[in-house]
């Protein structure tokens, strides 16, 4: 099993920097890519950021420019650098991670939650 803990979330003003973090555990060798989707109230949940092991990393179009995902290998974390937020950031965030054993298995964290106030 492959376990997702979030962190880093709160309250920030429109403009400003907060940075989201993922720990992993449990077989983390096994993992080939982590990365984030958000969820705001009454929309889809939607791809933010992606990167694999080797370090590749890719942002969806609304926040490129703005947030950078980075991982630590030795420490088994992602994070998500978010800068000049929007309040349209406002959302729960959710790191997952996937496993691509005969199933091919994503793993979820539980969710954090960002506030952009205006």
């Known amino acids: 099993q492959v376990q997702l803990v979030e962190s880093g979330g709160g309250l920030v003003q429109a403009g400003g920097s907060l940075t989201l973090s993922c720990a992993a555990s449990g077989r983390v060798l096994a993992i080939s890519e982590m990365g984030w989707y958000r969820q705001a109230p009454g929309e889809e949940r939607e791809w933010v950021a992606l990167?694999?092991?080797?370090?590749?990393?890719s942002v969806t179009d609304s926040v490129k420019g703005r947030f950078t995902i980075t991982r630590d290998i030795a420490e088994n974390t992602v994070d998500l650098q978010m800068n000049s937020v929007k309040p349209d950031d406002t959302a729960v965030y959710y790191c997952?991670?996937?496993?691509?054993?005969?199933?091919?298995?994503?793993?979820w964290g539980q969710g954090t939650l960002v506030t952009v106030s205006s």
């Open positions: 990167i694999t092991r080797d370090g590749t990393s």
């Open positions: 997952f991670a996937r496993v691509p054993l005969f199933g091919s298995n994503t793993f």
